[in-house]
């Protein structure tokens, strides 16, 4: 099996609060991929639909301290979508829409200790990985995919409490071509 290629990365500390928080990875950028891999820049078209075999969300350097809520991931989610969860009194999405967008959940159990220096470990924080394969793959299928950027939307399960805090150093997508 092949070792995963970074396709898009946003390297920038994002710091987690109550809100709907967006992020645009980019997808267009130049990359210097092995030449069985020359479809995936943009993972656009029917031949890199082909060549993708796995592909991975990752959440680096993942550091806080308290309790903060899990947060829901989603991939490309409608503007629509986006607009009713940043109302403060939001509702439940859809069913069949949160299917066709999420992604998974972040849970930060350990977050503290993965930020502290110790004997254990240099206190960078946690790394979260989602599988997002079969997602990804349903989402290039759709009329509204961006070959320019992969939006991602972390939604907490409940406020931040004043106790707590949470950052994120990067996030990635990481993709293994066959």
């Known amino acids: 099996m092949s070792s995963p290629s970074t396709i898009a990365a946003k390297n920038e500390i994002l710091v987690l609060g109550s809100d709907l928080l967006d992020v645009q990875l980019?997808?267009?950028?130049?990359?210097?991929?092995?030449?069985?891999?020359?479809?995936?820049?943009?993972?656009?078209g029917s031949q890199s639909a082909q060549l993708l075999r796995h592909a991975y969300l990752c959440f680096e350097h993942?550091?806080?301290?308290?309790?903060?809520?899990?947060?829901?991931?989603?991939?490309?989610?409608?503007?629509?979508?986006?607009?009713?969860?940043?109302?403060?009194?939001?509702?439940?999405?859809?069913?069949?829409?949160?299917?066709?967008?999420?992604?998974?959940?972040?849970?930060?159990?350990?977050?503290?200790s993965s930020s502290t220096p110790g004997l254990e470990h240099n206190g960078s924080g946690m790394n979260i990985i989602l599988d997002i394969t079969d997602l990804l793959k349903g989402l290039r299928n759709r009329s509204d995919w961006s070959e320019q950027a992969l939006h991602v939307s972390l939604l907490p399960r409940e406020p931040m409490?004043?106790?707590?805090?949470?950052?994120?150093?990067?996030?990635?997508?990481q993709v293994v071509a066959t």
């Open 26 to 44: 980019d997808l267009s950028q130049p990359r210097n991929l092995p030449a069985n891999k020359i479809a995936l820049p943009g993972l656009g």
């Open 161 to 173: 409490t004043a106790n707590a805090a949470a950052s994120i150093g990067r996030i990635s997508l």
């Open 62 to 112: 993942i550091t806080g301290h308290g309790t903060p809520p899990a947060y829901d991931v989603y991939l490309n989610l409608p503007p629509a979508a986006q607009a009713m969860l940043k109302q403060p009194a939001h509702g439940d999405m859809d069913t069949q829409l949160e299917s066709q967008h999420f992604a998974g959940t972040l849970g930060f159990y350990g977050l503290e």
